[in-house]
């Protein structure tokens, strides 16, 4: 019987919970032709090892390999592109989402009294008692407060990562997705072209057992950029955004390296010191943030380093280049010169570093 339900499960460095969560869709999908999707970035741990081992005894279980790729909000997406079932659905690969509350979800579609069924922390019936730091709990307030004020429809629990839809659904709503982050059922309803009808299943949120978080700092920029991605109706790319923060970044360090250095040596030398130091921190940023899903590492990150030099060299030629002929043809004043090559170095540095030196889409 072809599957009529899939269950796509994210996992990074997750070995240790991967078998007992296959055990437990099969204990809580009875009656239900069910497939699982295990979409793992890699992981050193040898978690895509084990979700194989699992696959080649149960022609219900699948991996999905990624080299070279970070990302929950991509993985997602990946996992069910590669469905062909009616439902697709996302639960975490750490067993704090509980998966006992599937078949509900899965009624109230087939119902058709919902157009996406949620898991939900934040109603009647819900919760999230264990597992949450006083800080974490507030940023996640903050942040769902956030994402409600943009939404256009009521939503409990809007951060929730335990979602089930129709492939239909999500396959017309795919194109439209930032597919950036953290936040992948966010993403769907912002980027849906109607207001969905959401159906809120109450579940608590388990603490974790085995395994480490992957939460950082980094996601919470990755959703306000998210946020802005998405009120701004994607008119400017997220990447070039984050890159232009950065460069602006690189302007405040070259000028605070500049007027240290200068007190004990000549301009130029000065000037070259702080051209330098400003190129390393704007990589260093770059490769943290901007391009934190193809992240360099190894050797990869020296290779990158010294293309990035030479394509910020190049742009700095065709700063200077550009700014001087328009001063010579006195077409416009040196503001205007300046800010001009400045911008066409912005968007070359931009261009070629985002080909060449991350080869990011
Ligand atoms: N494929 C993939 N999976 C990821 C990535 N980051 C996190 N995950 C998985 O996504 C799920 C949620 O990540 P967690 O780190 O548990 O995040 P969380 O549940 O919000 O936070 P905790 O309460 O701290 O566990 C887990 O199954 C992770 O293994 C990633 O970059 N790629
Ligand atoms: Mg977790």
């Not at 070995?15 to 969560?21: I, L």
Request: with cysteine; charged share 20%.
């Amino acid at each position: 019987m072809p599957p009529i339900l899939t269950v796509v499960i994210p996992c990074f460095n997750e070995a240790a919970n991967v078998a007992t969560m296959a055990e437990r869709l099969d204990a809580a999908l009875p009656g239900v032709a069910w497939e699982a999707i295990f979409v793992d970035d890699d992981s050193p741990d040898g978690t895509a090892a084990i979700a194989r081992g699992l696959a080649a005894r149960d022609s219900r279980i699948r991996c999905i390999r990624r080299i070279g790729r970070r990302g929950l909000a991509s993985a997602c997406i990946e996992g069910m592109l590669a469905s062909s079932a009616d439902y697709v659905a996302v639960i975490d690969g750490d067993l704090q989402h509980d998966e006992s509350i599937l078949p509900r979800m899965l009624a109230e579609l087939q119902a058709g009294r919902a157009d996406i069924a949620i898991g939900s922390r934040h109603v009647e019936g819900g919760g999230a008692t264990e597992g949450f730091s006083s800080l974490r709990r507030r940023i996640s307030d903050g942040g769902t407060a956030m994402a409600q004020a943009l939404l256009p429809v009521k939503v409990a629990d809007p951060m929730s990562g335990f979602f089930m839809l129709p492939r239909a659904l999500f396959e017309a709503t795919a194109p439209s997705l930032t597919g950036r982050g953290f936040k992948i059922l966010l993403d769907i309803l912002l980027s849906a072209d109607r207001k969905l009808r959401v159906a809120e299943i109450p579940y608590s949120f388990r603490p974790r057992t085995a395994g480490e978080s992957k939460l950082d700092t980094t996601v919470l920029l990755e959703f306000v950029a998210l946020l802005l991605d998405k009120s701004l109706g994607g008119f400017l790319p997220l990447r070039f955004l984050s890159f232009a923060i950065v460069g602006a970044v690189g302007v405040l360090v070259h000028l605070v390296v500049l007027s240290i250095v200068i007190r004990f040596a000549p301009f130029v030398t000065a000037q070259w010191v702080a051209t330098f130091v400003a190129m390393t921190v704007n990589f260093w940023l770059n490769n943290r943030i901007t391009y934190r899903d193809v992240k360099l590492r190894g050797p990869a990150l020296w290779r990158g380093l010294a293309l990035f030099y030479v394509v910020c060299g190049f742009g700095a030629v065709a700063n200077v280049g550009v700014a001087s002929l328009l001063l010579v043809d006195d077409l416009v004043g040196w503001r205007w010169a300046g800010a001009a090559g400045a911008l066409l170095t912005g968007v070359w540095n931009y261009a070629v570093s985002s080909t060449l030196v991350w080869r990011a889409r």
